[in-house]
């Protein structure tokens, strides 16, 4: 006769919880961890080769350094300043969107420009200059953030031809305050961005940072020119830039596409 089997057939199940399963804030609080985790750590290890490069070059860098009202040094500290606010877009969707290419799009954004912002502000600090100016913005292109700066680039508006965002949500309210540089997010738009979660946080994301990328290239192609710029490492980092954001634009200008939402007018 065979023994019956010992295991009673309504046993309770010993299996671990399902990690497919678990709750989507959690998954998503540590995709981005993940996220931050392996940006500090590309970030670390970037700024450790910096810092022995400038103590390396620093000397040699000092004697060389061009003028303070120079457009290397006006590129390298109003850049500073556009990828500042670029950093904080990305991480805010990063903790506040859903979309997983927008998580991505953001995640190279924030690898990229914090990368760049390190080199820039080597060669600032390897120069002798503070890494904010005390100029107005883009002045060292001949005019300040104001007026002559819309003139150079214009936004979708303008080289599209189509029509201001239909979405009232979309634009920002008239009368706002004005940005620090052309492209660059209001604080009212800051914390709009803030306050938002999901997808509107995502499109939102998208919309602000393809107007900040067309805002910044002109000081790029600016930057390029070896009549404006004789430092070649500095043309190349803008050459590099406008490379990159090229790509990234057209990228945004897809994703806005296909989630049926209108990019932002230059501001």
Known sequence: MTDPDPRPADAPSTSTADPDHEPSSAASRRTLMTALATVVAL???IGLAMVISTMVRSDDAAAAAPAEDSA????TQDMIHHHEQGVEMSTIVLENGTDPQVRDLAVQILAVQSNEIGHMEAW???WG??????DTSMAWMGHGAAGSGHEAHEGHGAHTGSALPSSPAASPAAGAESPAMPGMATESEMERLRALRGPEADIYFVQLMLRHHEGGLPMMDHAMNPDNVSEGDVRELATEMRETQ???IALME???AERNAQPLPMN
């Open 124 to 126: 600032l600090t390897a």
């Open 246 to 248: 090229d790509a990234e």
């Open 254 to 256: 897809t994703m806005l």
């Open 43 to 45: 970030l670390v290890g």
């Open 129 to 134: 200059y503070p890494h904010a100016g005390t």
């Open 72 to 75: 290397a040094v006006g590129l």
